[in-house]
Nanobody, 120 residues
Framework: QVQLVESGGGLVQAGGSLRLSCAAS????????MGWYRQAPGKQRELVAV???????NYADSVKGRFTISRDGAKDTVYLQMNTLKPEDTAVYYC??????????????WGQGTQVTVSS
């Protein structure tokens, strides 16, 4: 099995910054796309940013220019640097990864989520 462990969430004032981290561990052969999604109360889970194994990135329009996704292949870790945070960024942020496990099957995994709260 594969575990995704997130860290870095918390409470911040509008205009502030936070950095989320997500470390993958377990029966990993390789990792394809990694990404971050978020879910606000009463809303559906939405894509925030994704990064491919080749470092190609894609962002939601609402975070372009403010958030930066990156990854460390040696550590199987993905990061989300969030700047100029707004109250509407408040949500539970989930890490996502498409992992080729040691049986060479590709499976999707999710982290447990980390709360980000931005006060106005």
């Amino acid at each position: 099995q594969v575990q995704l462990v997130e860290s870095g969430g918390g409470l911040v004032q509008a205009g502030g910054s936070l950095r989320l981290s997500c470390a993958a561990s377990g029966s990993i052969f390789s990792i394809n796309t990694m990404g971050w999604y978020r879910q606000a109360p009463g809303k559906q889970r939405e894509l925030v940013a994704v990064i491919s194994s080749g470092a190609t990135t894609n962002y939601a329009d609402s975070v372009k220019g403010r958030f930066t996704i990156s990854r460390d292949g040696a550590k199987d870790t993905v990061y989300l640097q969030m700047n100029t945070l707004k109250p509407e960024d408040t949500a539970v942020y989930y890490c996502n990864a498409w992992v080729v496990v040691k049986t060479l099957r590709t499976n999707e995994f999710w982290g447990q989520g980390t709360q980000v709260t931005v006060s106005s």
